[in-house]
Every structure is written in C-alpha cells, then in structure tokens.
C-alpha cells in the first residue's frame, strides 16, 4: 500500500449529503473482486447520461457537462470535499477502491458512515472530519477560486488552505501508522514473517504428522 504523508492537491468538490456507496460505484460494476477498474465508473450515474453496464466504452459515453468531475477546473483533482454521512448505504469496499484508482486519497466531510470510514484507512486513503461549518468555508473557498487546492499533512494532522489557515483533524493513532507507513493487514501481518516461519518451524518439529497428512 502507497504511503499517505502529506498531500498536496486540487479540490472537487461534490456538494450533497447522504452520498452513499452505490452512488460511489454502482451495483452492476461489482462482478470483480480485484482493487482495480472501478475508477472508470466512479460516480457513474452521475458522471454520465447514459445508463451504465459492465464492459463499455467509457469513451463513446455522453458525459454530464454539470457535473463537477467533468468539469475542467476540476481536473486532475486529489481531494475531494463532501457533505455530511458520505459513503453509507451497502458495505462494498469497492467504494475506496473506485475513488483510489480515480486518484482520491482523500476526502474532507463532517461525517462518514461506520464501513466506509473503515474501508478507507484500510486501503491507503485518508477520510478527513472537519466541523459543518468549516467545510462549509471550504466548500466556498472552492467555488471562488479555479484551481483550489488544500494541503492534508497527516503527520500534523493538519488541513492548510492556500492562505495558511489550518484546521486540526483527529485521526486514530494505529490508523495514522498504517498509513504513514504504508501498511495494510497484508503488510502488519508480514511484519511478523520471522516470528510466523519460527512458530511453522516449531509445529512442524512437534506434529510432523498433521504436516505429512498436509503434504500428502
């Protein structure tokens, strides 16, 4: 998993609450369990005017001109700015993975539903809470000004906006190692390899027969 330090990047922003996962990435895009080819449909419903399936091509699809990921001051984005109870609704974690491979690795609200919360440290990104009333401050700030942009330093746990005001956000302190370094459940288990070969070693030496039965 990439580390998540510091970053550095335009802001989209989608303003409406009660965004939940199936609007994240619709239903009908969920028939692979790899972490990759979900970007593409990202908010598919309201990205395109067409109705979205399985294997098309996203470049002959009409595009909504009014929505804010189709628009040019807003390409190339990295942090996008939500409303209140973003991502609830079903569990997938297809819902990180879409907006990942997208290129969010963050996303500023003043609340997030349980999983998804979850599912978002888990895979490398970084769900930001800041009170009703400062994202509401952002949310203006990036109307008025083309090509907005926030820096989120985790390690400060600080959000600083293009006038240097900053915003402290709380972040759990084993979630804030993870990502700093890079680690998901793979990576913390991996950790253990020496320890996990000894104690394979050891069962090997005092049951060798269930490991014969195992070879078998």
């Not at 027969?209 to 078998?216: C, D, G, P, Q, T």
Request: with cysteine; proline share 4%.
């Amino acid at each position: 998993m990439k580390k998540y330090t510091t970053e550095k990047g335009i802001v989209a922003p989608l303003d409406r609450a009660n965004v939940d996962t199936d609007l994240i990435i619709p239903k009908q895009f969920l028939k692979s369990i790899k972490r990759t080819g979900f970007g593409d449909n990202l908010f598919d419903e309201l990205r395109y005017l067409d109705e979205g399936y399985l294997g098309q091509d996203i470049a002959k699809r009409p595009k909504n001109p009014d929505f804010v990921l189709n628009q040019d001051r807003y390409q190339g984005s990295t942090i996008l700015l939500a409303r209140s109870n973003f991502g609830c609704g079903s569990s997938r974690e297809h819902a990180p993975w879409a907006l990942n491979e997208y290129g969010f690795r963050t996303v500023i609200a003043p609340s997030f539903a349980d999983i998804f919360f979850n599912n978002s440290f888990k895979n490398g990104m970084l769900p930001v809470i800041l009170s009703e009333d400062i994202v509401e401050q952002l949310f203006q700030e990036c109307f008025a000004n083309e090509g907005y942009q926030l820096t989120v330093d985790l390690q400060n746990q600080k959000v600083i906006t293009p006038s240097g005001q900053e915003f402290v956000f709380e972040v759990d302190a084993f979630r804030k190692h993870c990502l700093l370094n890079g680690l998901d459940d793979i990576g913390l288990t991996l950790q253990n390899s020496d320890e996990i070969r000894a104690f394979e070693e050891k069962a090997k030496a005092e049951r060798p027969w269930v490991f014969k039965e195992l070879n078998a």
